[in-house]
Nanobody
Framework: QVQLVESGGGLVQAGGSLRLSCAAS????????MGWFRQAPGKEREFVAA????????YYADSVKGRFTISRDNAKNTVYLQMSGLKPEDTAVYYCAAIVAAYYSGSSVYTEHSYNYWGQGTQVTVSS
């Protein structure tokens, strides 16, 4: 079991920055990768970014490349999403998720169905 708790959401003006954090607990040694997804009102949940727990390889959605940075601190079992140049269309609930190595079948880290554990989400609102 892996528990994930997000923090750092809030209200920010367009062009501003926020840093989201996701603290993992439980069987963190079993994590293969962690990712961020978001869901805006009336829309499906979409991939934002992901990071390999062992190699730190990173993956981004085209819509956030160059503006968002995912990173991780293995010692703290925490993954971060630094968001800058925020736009109103970035408004959404942001979810942290983890892939457990034992369950991983090699499917894409861009796909939510690859993830085994999810946080409760944190709201990010960008005003224009």
């Amino acid at each position: 079991q892996v528990q994930l708790v997000e923090s750092g959401g809030g209200l920010v003006q367009a062009g501003g920055s926020l840093r989201l954090s996701c603290a993992a607990s439980g069987h963190t040694f079993s994590i293969y990768a962690m990712g961020w997804f978001r869901q805006a009102p009336g829309k499906e949940r979409e991939f934002v970014a992901a990071i390999s727990w062992s190699t730190s390889s990173t993956y981004y959605a085209d819509s956030v490349k160059g503006r968002f940075t995912i990173s991780r601190d293995n010692a703290k079992n925490t993954v971060y999403l630094q968001m800058s140049g925020l736009k109103p269309e970035d408004t959404a609930v942001y979810y942290c998720a983890a892939i457990v190595a034992a369950y991983y079948s090699g499917s894409s880290v861009y796909t939510e169905h690859s993830y085994n554990y999810w946080g409760q989400g944190t709201q990010v609102t960008v005003s224009s």
